[in-house]
């Protein structure tokens, strides 16, 4: 990056309008040029940019570190493959110090990318969506290295907004970028876990399982046994809901008996979740609910036990137990209003769907309409789909058919949006 791209970075990042960091320096169209590149500002010039910026002047003659930026890309590597928050939280402070004292240094673009991407494994950093805006407006002046990383940060805020269409457009895009560029291996690796999951998300299980077993194979390789144990339990995912329960079940399994011999208490919840969810689609009904069971004894927090939660409601709604179902929706109402703010909406709305139906609540329309406009938004066109069917089963239950067919009708919609298709015809 040159001195101008340097100085228009650090305005954006410090919130300053090119009116007010020009103001009695030049005139804003001259910054502007300065910014583009268009011209080179004089020494005093640049002295009082430099200045009110709060960099100091000599900055551009510190001799840059090339070893402290190899030694940060190698914690970084580190950080990536054993996802260690406290790791993640230290080298983000160490980035950070860094560039404070090289703020124009030459690798200052990337290392604000690594911030980023650090900044995504810790929740509580705040902001993050700016700073990614501001990344954004430097794609021209990036590299394939650095756009790699760009796009990757940006399909994984879009994952973790549960906008999992427009997540896997972002690592489609890097895919693209990369074809003839060699990225390192654990780079790759970590690049088909998080594809592999956005793709598990948006119901495209056959490409996902083919990235998850690529980013199995070099986790495998470095030993990375608790990165291995996450990819079968996506692996194992994708296999049950593709309806290879079979597999679904042996892929556990595996899972499971590795987390037994590292001793490993992390991964519990989620193997015994899943195999549940295997059994209930078997129509094992008490198998399923004794792993349930055992999936909610392990886990602690409300965001890792609400989906528990939610499965055993609907395991025992499906069996017609409706006093089970009753107290189940209590607890996951109960619940939900500890969640963290990324799910609290998303199961609020869930458990509002079957509190209109166990409770045969007269604004049932209203409160599905609620969901569906949840759902919808967030390209969820799985559960948009399941509860407008359910809606229009019971309109048309209660002979409201009018009403029926025309959810029945935006059902089959929300069917073609999820198969990517505009018309019937389409449909395989």
Same mark, same amino acid.
């Given at each position: 990056?040159?001195?101008?791209?340097?100085?228009?970075?650090?305005?954006?990042?410090?919130?300053?309008?090119?009116?007010?960091?020009?103001?009695?320096?030049?005139?804003?169209?001259?910054?502007?040029?300065?910014?583009?590149?268009?011209?080179?500002?004089?020494?005093?010039?640049?002295?009082?940019?430099?200045?009110?910026?709060?960099?100091?002047?000599?900055?551009?003659?510190?001799?840059?570190?090339?070893?402290?930026?190899?030694?940060?890309?190698?914690?970084?590597?580190?950080?990536?493959?054993?996802?260690?928050?406290?790791?993640?939280?230290?080298?983000?402070?160490?980035?950070?110090?860094?560039?404070?004292?090289?703020? =124009?240094?030459?690798?200052?673009?990337?290392? #604000? !990318?690594? $911030?980023? *991407?650090?900044? @995504?494994?810790?929740?509580? /950093?705040? +902001?993050?969506?700016?700073?990614?805006?501001?990344?954004?407006?430097?794609?021209?002046?990036?590299?394939?290295?650095?756009?790699?990383?760009?796009?990757?940060?940006?399909?994984?805020?879009?994952?973790?907004?549960?906008?999992?269409?427009?997540?896997?457009?972002?690592?489609?895009?890097?895919?693209?970028?990369?074809?003839?560029?060699?990225?390192?291996?654990?780079?790759?690796?970590? =690049?088909?876990?998080?594809?592999?999951?956005? #793709? !598990?998300? $948006?119901? *495209?299980?056959? @490409?996902?399982?083919?990235? /998850?077993? +690529?980013?199995?194979?070099?986790?495998?390789?470095?030993?990375?046994?608790?990165?291995?144990?996450?990819?079968?339990?996506?692996?194992?995912?994708?296999?049950?809901?593709?309806?290879?329960?079979?597999?679904?079940?042996?892929?556990?399994?595996?899972?499971?008996?590795?987390?037994?011999?590292?001793?490993?208490?992390?991964?519990?919840?989620?193997?015994?979740?899943?195999?549940?969810?295997?059994?209930?689609?078997?129509?094992?009904?008490?198998?399923?609910?004794?792993?349930?069971?055992?999936?909610?004894?392990?886990?602690?927090?409300?965001?890792?036990?609400?989906?528990?939660?939610?499965?055993?409601?609907?395991?025992?709604?499906?069996?017609?137990?409706?006093?089970?179902?009753?107290?189940?929706?209590?607890?996951?109402?109960?619940?939900?209003?500890?969640?963290?703010?990324?799910?609290?909406?998303?199961?609020?709305?869930?458990?509002?769907?079957?509190?209109?139906?166990?409770?045969?609540?007269?604004?049932?329309?209203?409160?599905?309409?609620?969901?569906?406009?949840?759902?919808?938004?967030?390209?969820?066109?799985?559960?948009?789909?399941?509860?407008?069917?359910?809606?229009?089963?019971?309109?048309?239950?209660?002979?409201?058919?009018?009403?029926?067919?025309?959810?029945?009708?935006?059902?089959?919609?929300?069917?073609?949006?999820?198969?990517?298709?505009?018309?019937?015809?389409?449909?395989?």
């Amino acid at each position: 990056m040159n001195l101008g791209q340097l100085i228009k970075l650090e305005r954006q990042r410090q919130n300053i309008k090119q009116e007010a960091l020009a103001s009695g320096i030049c005139v804003p169209s001259y910054l502007s040029r300065i910014e583009n590149g268009l011209v080179i500002p004089s020494e005093e010039i640049r002295h009082h940019i430099l200045a009110r910026l709060n960099i100091p002047v000599d900055s551009s003659n510190i001799n840059h570190n090339q070893n402290m930026i190899v030694k940060f890309k190698l914690q970084f590597k580190q950080v990536l493959n054993s996802r260690d928050k406290k790791l993640a939280k230290q080298l983000l402070l160490d980035i950070q110090l860094y560039n404070e004292e090289h703020p =124009l240094g030459e690798e200052r673009l990337t290392l #604000l !990318l690594w $911030e980023a *991407r650090l900044m @995504l494994m810790l929740p509580e /950093v705040l +902001e993050i969506q700016r700073s990614i805006a501001i990344l954004g407006d430097f794609k021209k002046e990036m590299t394939i290295e650095q756009l790699f990383y760009l796009y990757t940060i940006q399909g994984i805020s879009a994952y973790q907004d549960n906008l999992f269409s427009q997540a896997s457009q972002f690592f489609k895009e890097v895919f693209q970028l990369i074809k003839g560029y060699r990225m390192d291996d654990w780079e790759m690796a970590e =690049l088909y876990y998080i594809s592999g999951l956005s #793709l !598990l998300s $948006e119901s *495209r299980y056959i @490409l996902a399982i083919d990235y /998850v077993k +690529e980013a199995i194979s070099y986790f495998n390789q470095e030993i990375l046994i608790e990165r291995s144990i996450e990819c079968l339990i996506i692996l194992g995912i994708a296999q049950k809901n593709s309806g290879a329960l079979k597999e679904a079940l042996a892929t556990f399994e595996r899972a499971r008996d590795i987390n037994l011999k590292i001793e490993s208490l992390e991964y519990n919840g989620m193997i015994e979740h899943n195999l549940g969810s295997c059994f209930s689609l078997q129509k094992d009904s008490p198998q399923a609910l004794q792993h349930f069971f055992y999936s909610l004894e392990t886990k602690h927090s409300p965001d890792d036990q609400v989906v528990t939660i939610l499965s055993i409601l609907k395991e025992y709604h499906k069996n017609g137990d409706l006093q089970n179902a009753l107290e189940w929706l209590q607890k996951g109402q109960e619940i939900s209003e500890h969640l963290s703010i990324s799910k609290k909406d998303l199961y609020t709305n869930h458990f509002s769907v079957y509190g209109a139906i166990l409770l045969e609540k007269k604004e049932l329309i209203t409160i599905f309409k609620k969901a569906l406009d949840y759902f919808g938004s967030k390209q969820d066109y799985k559960h948009c789909m399941i509860y407008c069917h359910v809606l229009a089963k019971r309109l048309a239950e209660t002979k409201q058919y009018k009403q029926a067919s025309i959810y029945y009708d935006l059902g089959f919609q929300f069917h073609l949006k999820r198969s990517k298709v505009s018309s019937w015809e389409e449909l395989s």
